[in-house]
């Protein structure tokens, strides 16, 4: 098959031919073919570097970045060997592709701002595919699903997706909350000044010990944060492994009440006293 496109391409392009509008139609339709053929080539070329790339435990995020500039890299070779056989001056065509560049680039600006973001995000790695991302400046989160040229694509925890400018990213602080294998869990609870402080501090410290997903051999830290308005403020500090973070979190909160409740230390709520007095 490839012979048989090889043979007819050098048959059209014989400059000894005649070049008449059916020859000129042939070579269309040629190259139609000749760019169909060569995109399923680059596609498996593609699809090749990217076992290479696994092969190699390439990062995901470099990857799909290196993967998208080949492919439009072998793309654009590949029109322009189809316009230099059909004719057109390939010096020419380099001059119009230049030209071209530069006018998308004055009215792309913000894409090449988004290009540089990723190439940034490639090299520095901030973040990588599978770690969970705060963008600072809208408060937008989620998974890191995908980095691509342009943009990154986030998975919320409800299952939305979001496709974040890549020079947004790189221009506000972002949160990178997986990127430790722990974090350290805090809790604050305020009890009333009438109940027990000591025994408050006993039942936190028994919950803590007890709890299994917090890592035994890190320091736990229980303490009075404030002495406020209306409450004592009691403090935790443990550490748990990250993906256990707020499963830990959220059990550490109802396990804290229920014990409260049954040892009789009162948790108080915001409230006013009004006292009227009677001329």
Known sequence: MTETLKTAWVWLTDPARSDGPVDFLLKVVLALVVYAVGTKVIGWLCRLLRKQLTRFGTDEAAKTFLLSLVKIGLHIMLILTIAGNLGVDKTSVAALVGSAGVAISLALQGGLSNFAGGLIILFLRPFSVGDYIIENGDNIEGTVEKIELYYTTLMTVDSRRIVIP??????????????????????????????????????????????????????????????????????????????????????????????????????????????????
Do not use: C, H
């Open 166 to 279: 890549n020079s947004t990213l790189t221009s506000n602080s972002i949160t990178n909350v997986t990127a430790m294998d722990k974090r350290r869990l805090q809790i604050r609870v305020g009890i009333s000044y009438d109940s027990d402080l000591l025994k408050a501090k006993e039942i936190l410290r028994r919950l803590v010990e007890d709890d299994p997903e917090l890592l035994e051999r890190e320091e736990i830290q229980i303490f009075v944060d404030q002495l406020a308005d209306s409450s004592v403020i009691l403090g935790i500090r443990a550490w748990v492994k990250t993906e256990e973070y707020w499963n830990t979190k959220w059990r550490m909160n109802e396990q804290i009440k229920l014990e409260f409740d049954k040892n009789g230390i009162k948790i108080p709520f915001p409230q006013m006293d009004v006292y009227l007095q009677q001329k």
